[in-house]
């Protein structure tokens, strides 16, 4: 397997504009995990999915953030509209339903806010 | 709630130098804790980890050691290279809270040739 795939690796955008950041898990995994890393905040988890249902959205910081999981190979992370503040790295990462295992991290999504 | 508290960078080490990283953990169950690294540019890997207490996880070097007495799980290697340079992330998972990792602050290493 190629791992958990982002795209794109580097997003550049004017204030406002929608965003859409994109996220294919490992293939069989049932947990999928948005994050987020800042110098000021570290890692902060936005909202994580089992079985493509959304679990826990408490960390998304306002409604210009929304994520889906339409199906079990594909998830997108939207801001709209988006602010500077939001210029941050956006990891997506996955891991299986079992005891004990860890999350698989993709290369991440830095997003530029200008 | 669950949460990791780990000592704050940067570290800077000469090459071959002891490395310590401390990491503590508050947690309501029973948690398998993990150390990640974060290469510049580059998203988290696994560098090791330990599901229960007394266990030891080892990898590339490293080493940690799930102290349940002291609910601590620090990173230590006993000769850092350059290449070890990066930021490390201590974290938690309980198993029967809904698979989501929790996450220390990060450290970053710094080792000087």
């Known amino acids: 397997d190629a791992g958990v795939i982002q795209s794109p690796r580097h997003e550049v955008t004017e204030m406002g504009q929608e965003v859409t950041l994109r996220c294919k898990p490992i293939s069989g995994h049932d947990y999928l995990f948005w994050y987020r890393q800042t110098m000021m905040r570290g890692l902060e988890l936005l909202i994580y999915?089992?079985?493509?249902?959304?679990?826990?959205d408490s960390g998304m910081p306002e409604d210009r953030f929304s994520a889906k999981m339409p199906n079990a190979s594909f998830s997108t992370l939207k801001i709209q509209p988006s602010e500077p503040r939001d210029s941050a790295v956006y990891f997506c990462?996955?891991?299986?339903?079992?005891?004990?295992?860890?999350?698989?991290f993709g290369q991440g999504t830095r997003l530029t806010v200008v | 709630g669950n949460s990791v508290t780990q000592m704050e960078g940067p570290v800077t080490l000469s090459e071959e130098a002891f490395l310590t990283i401390n990491c503590t953990y508050t947690a309501t169950g029973y948690p398998s804790l993990f150390w990640y690294v974060q290469y510049p540019g580059e998203g988290l890997q696994l560098l090791l980890k330990?599901?229960?207490?007394?266990d030891k996880g080892s990898n590339k070097g490293f080493e940690a050691t799930y102290r349940k007495e002291t609910t601590s799980f620090h990173l230590e290697k006993g000769s850092v290279q350059v290449s070890d340079s990066a930021v490390y992330f201590c974290a938690l998972k309980e198993n029967n809270a809904g698979n989501m990792l929790t996450f220390g602050g990060g450290t970053r290493l710094m080792v000087k040739p």
């Open positions: 330990a599901t229960k207490a007394d």
């Open positions: 999915f089992n079985n493509n249902v959304p679990i826990d």
């Open positions: 990462a996955s891991s299986l339903e079992i005891a004990n295992t860890e999350a698989f």
